[in-house]
């Protein structure tokens, strides 16, 4: 998505301001046990996303400011996006996360991979029947009410 990405102020996405240390990020990523952050600029936009491993490379190099190592530009899909589509984007460029947008561009989550495997895994704790295709039995859904989801969990 090409648009600015703004980061809702009433919502719960947890960001990191451009100029902060990878330190700073790293305690903050470890208090609110995330693999992904948000960085915003001073208007609150969203610039890019870092992760631990860009964290990882960082701190055994020297330290250096999040905007460094974060991927820019950030990759979002619009919260009424299938489930299957939003998967499948992130296995085609091979990223970790999406950032998830409302009608008006502004960031209402982030989903990672580790949020598709959870709710994968308590999709499946009833197993499906013999003659029951799986995708009928995950019931699938937007990428939007993932979030939402993982977000009233706690995760």
Do not use: Y
């Not at 950030?74 to 996360?97: F, G, H």
């Not at 598709?116 to 859904?141: F, I, R, V």
């Amino acid at each position: 998505m090409t648009t600015t990405l703004k980061a809702m102020t009433s919502s719960s996405l947890i960001t990191i301001p451009t100029g902060s240390s990878l330190d700073d990020a790293q305690a903050l990523m470890k208090e609110k046990r995330i693999r992904h952050l948000p960085i915003v600029d001073e208007e609150n936009t969203i610039v890019g996303v870092l992760s631990q491993s860009d964290i990882r490379v960082g701190l055994m190099t020297q330290n250096m400011g999040v905007e460094m190592l974060m991927t820019s530009p950030v990759q979002a899909l619009d919260q009424q996006t299938s489930l299957r589509l939003a998967i499948l984007k992130m296995l085609e460029l091979k990223i970790s996360c999406l950032l998830i947008t409302n009608n008006e561009d502004d960031v209402v989550g982030i989903v990672t991979t580790d949020d598709l495997l959870w709710h994968l895994a308590h999709m499946l704790k009833n197993e499906p029947k013999e003659d029951e295709p799986l995708l009928s039995a995950l019931n699938l859904q937007t990428i939007g009410k993932l979030a939402h989801d993982l977000a009233n969990f706690g995760i």
